[in-house]
C-alpha cells in the first residue's frame, strides 16, 4: 500500500510539473496576440491545465501548479505599482501574481458538488462551474489591485471602483468564457478522472 501511495504522489508531482509548463507554454503563445489592455491583462488560455489539474488530483495539486505558475508568471514580467513602496509591491506580489495565479487550483472545489452524483452530465456542469468560480477568484484579486494599486490609471473624474470593474472585467470575462467551453469539451473527451471518454465508470 505504502508503495503505491509513493507512486500516486510521484505521478501526481509530474503532472503537476507538466501541467504548470504547459500553462506557461500556453501563456507565451498568447502573448503573440495584439492586446489593448496597456497596463497589464490579456486573453490567455493559461489557467485550463492548472484547472484541468484541479479537477484530476484535487485543489492541493490545483494549487500547487497555480503558485508555480504564479512565480513564474512574475519571472517573465512583474509590473511595479505605481506608489513604488515596499507594501505596493508586497501587496502587487499576493493581489496581481501568488493569489490571483494560485486561486485557479480550487477549482475542484467549486465542481466537488456536482461530481459527487456520478453522472456525467452533472459533472461536466461542474466543471464549468469550477472554471467560472476559479476565474472569479482571480477577477476578485485583480479587481482589489486595480482599486488599491492601480487607482492613478483610472481616466480623470471616473469611480476607480468602476475603472478596475470595467479593466479587469473586460477581458477576464473572456478568460472566464474560453476556459469553461475548452474544459467542457476537454473534459468531455478527456475525463480527468479516468483519461478516458466521459461516462466511462472510475473507483
Excluded: H
Excluded at 507594501?87 to 465542481?111: E, H, K, N, P, R
Excluded at 464549468?128 to 482571480?138: C, N, Q
Excluded at 487607482?151 to 471602483?161: K, T
Excluded at 467542457?184 to 465508470?201: E, I, N, S
Amino acid at each position: 500500500m505504502k508503495t503505491k501511495n509513493t507512486r500516486q504522489n510521484v505521478l501526481a508531482l509530474v503532472e503537476t510539473a507538466m501541467m504548470a509548463a504547459l500553462a506557461v507554454g500556453l501563456e507565451l503563445l498568447c502573448q503573440f496576440l495584439p492586446s489593448p489592455w496597456a497596463y497589464g491583462g490579456s486573453i490567455s488560455l493559461g489557467a485550463i491545465p492548472i484547472i484541468y489539474l484541479s479537477y484530476r488530483r484535487g485543489w492541493k495539486w490545483g494549487l500547487s501548479a497555480g503558485f508555480v505558475y504564479s512565480c513564474v508568471q512574475m519571472l517573465l514580467g512583474f509590473y511595479v505599482p505605481p506608489a513604488n513602496t515596499f507594501l505596493s509591491i508586497v501587496l502587487c506580489v499576493l493581489l496581481d501574481y501568488v493569489l490571483a495565479f494560485t486561486a485557479l487550483g480550487l477549482a475542484s472545489v467549486f465542481a466537488a458538488p456536482f461530481d459527487k452524483s456520478g453522472k456525467p452530465s452533472a459533472r461536466l456542469v461542474g466543471y464549468i462551474i469550477g472554471a467560472i468560480g476559479a476565474s472569479a477568484l482571480r477577477f476578485v484579486c485583480s479587481f482589489l489591485s486595480g482599486v488599491v494599486l492601480w487607482d492613478s490609471y483610472a481616466p480623470e473624474g471616473m469611480n476607480v471602483w468602476v475603472y478596475s470593474l470595467v479593466y479587469n472585467g473586460s477581458y477576464m470575462l473572456g478568460n472566464a468564457a474560453i476556459a469553461a467551453v475548452v474544459l467542457f469539451l476537454l473534459c468531455a473527451a478527456v475525463d480527468p478522472k479516468t483519461l478516458k471518454p466521459m461516462g466511462r465508470k472510475y473507483k
